[in-house]
């Protein structure tokens, strides 16, 4: 995306490109290729006293599994949402090995945190939707950067996405429906998109992700579809069938895309860059009784071998999958 290239410019830039629009490629086993570990995260009521809202996951550098939550301050469906800070922690560090909570940190410093991401320095980002603020810490926790209020005028920003020059890109939400892109200082370089027939339609951009390319991938929750960017802004493809995509994250040369199925029953399927669909396994299993109720967050680590997932609503757990060993 060009420093200072305006929305209007932009677009028009972005549609000479529409050409270079694809799908993904859906012929893949339906065999589930992961199942849960229902003995992690291994959480007692001393260190967890209370389930909250799962709602983002994140591997930091060390491995470790962070989890971003609501606290006391769920957001309920047909209620209206409250806006007080979260007094309890808003992270949550597990041990991967072990499940246990070793640390939390960031008391006092969310209202609606939406979305957590973490990028290749180690750096721990945070999309709130409820201040209109992304903030920026370092591994433990530390403030480093907080971009927003009246300089940008975020309207429910869901997620970060962090390019290999250390800009980065923010989806600002249901409202303004547009991604802006920042230098690595937090000043701002451009936006893009548009609600409309035409290319680059964001309705609910609801995730990002950033492959090693530095190609940008846009889950839309509303459109039902995931499109490719490249890291000037220009559509490089659409990928249509993924249901209505929650969250997208980059591991090792797959994205990796959890859609919601219903409110009891989401999906994580794994895709390559051109959108051939590898992989897929159901976040709930058909007969499962546990309470795996709208899949919000994700997270892979280990090649893809461990997938985390939080969870919202009633279910308020952090779930991991393992992959199964097919005979």
């Not at 808003?90 to 960031?106: M, P, Q």
Request: glycine share 10%.
């Amino acid at each position: 995306m060009p420093s200072h290239i305006s929305r209007r410019r932009f677009i028009q830039c972005c549609a000479l490109s529409l050409g270079a629009v694809g799908g993904p490629r859906m012929e893949a086993a339906t065999v589930e290729s992961h199942a849960p570990e229902l003995g992690w995260p291994a959480l007692t009521s001393d260190s967890y006293p209370e389930p909250c809202q799962m709602t983002g996951v994140a591997v930091a550098k060390d491995g470790s599994i962070l989890v971003l939550n609501h606290g006391e301050n769920p957001v309920e469906p047909q209620k209206p949402f409250k806006h007080e800070i979260i007094q309890k922690p808003g992270v949550l560090v597990i041990d991967a090995k072990s499940g246990k909570l070793v640390r939390s940190w960031g008391e006092n410093l969310f209202m609606r945190p939406h979305q957590i991401s973490v990028d290749a320095e180690g750096h721990v980002w945070i999309a709130d939707s409820g201040l209109k603020k992304v903030f920026k810490f370092d591994a433990l926790g530390k403030p480093l950067l907080e971009v927003g209020g009246n300089d940008v005028s975020f309207n429910l920003p869901t997620d970060v996405a962090v390019l290999s020059d250390g800009t980065f890109i923010v989806a600002d939400g249901a409202t303004n429906k547009r991604g802006v892109k920042f230098s690595p200082e937090g000043k701002v370089l451009g936006d893009w998109g548009l609600k409309g027939p035409g290319p680059i339609i964001l309705h609910t951009p609801h995730s990002l992700a950033v492959d090693d390319a530095d190609r940008v991938y846009v889950a839309d929750r509303e459109k039902h579809w995931v499109q490719v960017l490249n890291a000037d802004g220009e559509i490089q493809a659409t990928w249509k069938k993924v249901g209505a995509p929650l969250s997208i994250r980059y591991h090792q040369g797959s994205l990796y895309v959890l859609s919601n199925l219903s409110g009891k029953r989401g999906i994580v399927r794994r895709f390559n860059t051109e959108g051939d669909l590898q992989e897929s396994f159901h976040t709930r299993g058909l007969g499962r009784i546990q309470d795996y109720e709208w899949p919000h967050g994700l997270a892979v680590s280990d090649g893809g071998n461990s997938i985390y997932v939080g969870f919202i609503l009633t279910a308020r757990r952090v779930q991991r999958y393992r992959r199964v060993k097919q005979s």
